[in-house]
């Protein structure tokens, strides 16, 4: 059974995990300015991997799960993410991301048959209709990268669900191990799709390669560590609300370290998802807890 509550300690974790998500996406729109979206995620995963595989292996019977995390988290979430994040600014992206909560609650009303409601369904249309409203903002590239977006934060929510399967095991020789199946697949798909990787290479200048360090560092070794610490101690629905605090850092860093405008698209975009997220998470229901 999981803890009734979180400890002091498990909800700095949450705070912690949900502020460097949210920085995630200025270092990610800065690294993806020089380096292709594709070729950027498999050298996450590369790194990710000659780090953690020498000290953190997963056992032999967790691999086949581990290698279905790696599509889903490692191509399906993070590609696209990246993917999405180059076609948008970091504070809309910072704003996007948040549909993994409603994809979160739909998942956990499939798999585990978690009351909905009408409370709920009305939360989850408000965060699509926030994101939606993104779309009409003046320095979108139309609604191409949303979609982009949905995708990857659906591929994010099928994950916890498959981490969960796992069963126990070391938060870093999970990260070690899916970012050792998911790096052949992100470069291979960068081979095959994009082109100038070399001279993306050569491009790239000290301000994406530190991107790239706090995409490899801050949001991969310490923030899905902890994130997997705290989806095996606790209930999706308990944790998942502090994420609430990723679009606040986001959206502050996208204005004030990369010069993005302010506008009332992204304000009122983000009120009504961050709105129709609080309405899906404090709205429990009488047997939330059983996720």
């Known amino acids: 059974m999981p803890p009734p509550r979180l400890a002091p300690l498990d909800v700095?974790?949450?705070?912690?995990?949900?502020a460097l998500w949210g920085g995630n996406m200025v270092a990610v729109k800065t690294a993806v300015s020089t380096l292709p979206?594709?070729?950027?995620?498999?050298?996450?995963?590369?790194?990710v991997a000659a780090l953690l595989l020498p000290f953190f292996r997963p056992r032999r019977d967790q691999m086949p799960l581990i290698a279905l995390l790696a599509v889903l988290l490692g191509l399906g979430h993070f590609g696209l993410l990246f993917v999405a994040v180059q076609g948008m600014d970091a504070a809309a992206a910072a704003v996007a991301v948040q549909l993994s909560i409603p994809f979160s609650a739909l998942v956990a009303w499939v798999a585990y048959r978690e009351p909905l409601g009408w409370r709920r369904a009305s939360g989850l249309g408000l965060a699509f209709l926030g994101v939606a409203l993104l779309a009409g903002e003046p320095h979108a590239?139309?609604?191409?990268?949303?979609?982009?977006?949905?995708?990857?934060t659906f591929c994010w929510a099928l994950s916890n669900l498959v981490i969960k399967r796992i069963g126990p095991i070391d938060p870093l020789a999970l990260n070690g191990g899916m970012a050792l199946l998911a790096a052949p697949l992100l470069l291979t798909l960068s081979a095959l799709v994009e082109d100038h990787q070399l001279a993306a290479l050569a491009a790239t200048g000290w301000a994406g390669w530190l991107?790239?360090?706090y995409i490899v560092i801050g949001a991969s070794l310490i923030a899905y560590s902890l994130w997997y610490?705290?989806?095996?101690?606790?209930?999706?629905?308990?944790?998942?609300?502090?994420?609430?605090?990723?679009?606040?850092?986001?959206?502050?860093g996208g204005v004030l370290l990369l010069g993005e405008p302010l506008t009332w698209y992204k304000l009122a975009g983000g009120a009504l998802t961050i709105a129709g997220v609080a309405v899906v998470q404090v709205w429990t229901g009488p047997k939330r807890e059983s996720v």
Not at 37 to 47: D, E, H, S
Not at 141 to 152: D, F, Q, T, W
Not at 229 to 252: E, K
């Open 12 to 18: 700095l974790a949450a705070i912690t995990v949900a």
């Open 37 to 47: 979206p594709f070729l950027l995620t498999g050298l996450r995963f590369v790194i």
């Open 141 to 152: 590239n139309g609604i191409g990268p949303l979609l982009v977006m949905a995708a990857s």
């Open 211 to 213: 991107g790239l360090g």
């Open 229 to 252: 610490w705290l989806v095996r101690r606790h209930s999706l629905n308990r944790i998942v609300p502090y994420t609430l605090l990723g679009p606040v850092v986001g959206i502050s």
